[in-house]
């Protein structure tokens, strides 16, 4: 059984730099993709960054691009998001989640993705 925990949420001025990390549990293959999704008040939850679990480059969503690194530590099975120059509209609750296949592809739907963390709060003001 998948589960996902992720830290490393606050609250932090314009420009400056998080790191969230998501400890991934149950995960014994060594395929699929992980990702980043952020979901703010009244708006529709977005990707962010996608990893594929089996080394080709990753994905990101256009907003972030440039700045936001996503990374996985494979020994430590921890998922990671760098995110720099951060902005007010990257507020918003981010889930690290999970599907064990490629399938079409990582950079897709929320809806891809059957394993969920409970969410990290990051706050840009």
């Known amino acids: 059984h998948v589960q996902l925990v992720e830290s490393g949420g606050g609250s932090v001025q314009a420009g400056g730099s998080l790191r969230l990390s998501c400890v991934r549990s149950?995960?014994?293959?060594?395929?699929?993709?992980m990702a980043w999704f952020r979901q703010a008040p009244g708006k529709e939850r977005e990707g962010v960054a996608f990893?594929?679990?089996?080394?080709?480059?990753?994905d990101y969503g256009s907003s972030v691009r440039g700045r936001f690194t996503i990374s996985l530590d494979n020994a430590a099975n921890t998922l990671y998001l760098q995110m720099n120059s951060l902005k007010p509209e990257d507020t918003a609750l981010y889930y690290c989640?999970?599907?064990?296949?490629?399938?079409?592809?990582?950079?897709?739907?929320?809806?891809?993705?059957?394993?969920w963390g409970q969410g990290t709060q990051v706050t840009v003001s």
């Open positions: 989640a999970a599907k064990l296949r490629v399938g079409f592809g990582c950079a897709l739907g929320s809806q891809e993705y059957g394993y």
């Open positions: 149950g995960y014994a293959y060594g395929g699929g993709c």
């Open positions: 990893f594929y679990v089996d080394g080709r480059s990753p």
